[in-house]
């Protein structure tokens, strides 16, 4: 297979999993959201939506190279909006993961956990293109990307676990496969 294909299947799965992240997140702005204590708070509730979805839809053209390489200008400016929205949506993510979760202290885990891992690697991926260092800057912004893009498709079984189960049931249950499957996530 030539090298085109695959790469061609990787940014079709991505762009998906993207337009998955979005929809599912808009769909739960738009209609009365699975967390009633998002009311309380909405403009950390639309900043982290909004933001999160010009993140998603963004981030993957900047690993595209035929873009990277003819339009650095473009390149440059686009990645230094996406820091700085990447910046916001982790902290709102982390507000409303810390301070107003649904399910608990399981989720206060999950989301510092995955919050600071994806802070973490975007600080670290701009301060290493402001030092030069390149290819440091693309292992770590593609670490940042891969653990937004994680939490934001997340939701494709998450979603319909809702909707299958009740929630107070999915309450009880789902602590446990949660902390499992960050800290397979993590190890991986």
């Known amino acids: 297979m030539t090298r085109k294909g695959p790469s061609w299947i990787l940014a079709t799965a991505v762009g998906v999993l993207a337009l ?24 950390v509730t639309a900043l982290h939506v909004v933001l999160g979805g010009i993140y998603l839809i963004l981030a993957p053209l900047q690993f595209v190279s035929r873009i990277r ?22 902290a709102t993510a982390l507000f409303m993961g810390l301070v107003i979760p649904f399910f608990g202290w399981g989720e206060r885990v999950i989301i510092g956990l995955f919050g600071t891992v994806f802070l973490v690697a975007l600080t670290t991926g701009f301060l290493h293109v402001r030092a030069g260092r390149v290819a440091l800057h693309r292992e770590w912004m593609m670490r940042a990307f891969a653990v937004g893009l994680s939490i934001a498709t997340q ?6 676990a809702l909707w299958i189960v009740r929630v107070d049931e999915l309450r009880v249950r789902v602590g446990a496969p949660y ?5 397979t996530e993590w190890r991986a």
């Open 69 to 90: 390489s003819r339009h650095l200008a473009y390149h440059r400016r686009v990645g230094r909006l996406l820091v700085a929205i990447g910046l916001m949506v982790g």
């Open 20 to 43: 998955v992240g979005i929809a599912a997140s808009a769909t739960h702005y738009f209609w009365e959201p699975y967390n009633p204590a998002f009311l309380d708070f909405p403009i």
């Open 155 to 160: 939701r494709l079984i998450f979603f319909p």
């Open 179 to 183: 902390t499992r499957a960050a800290v």
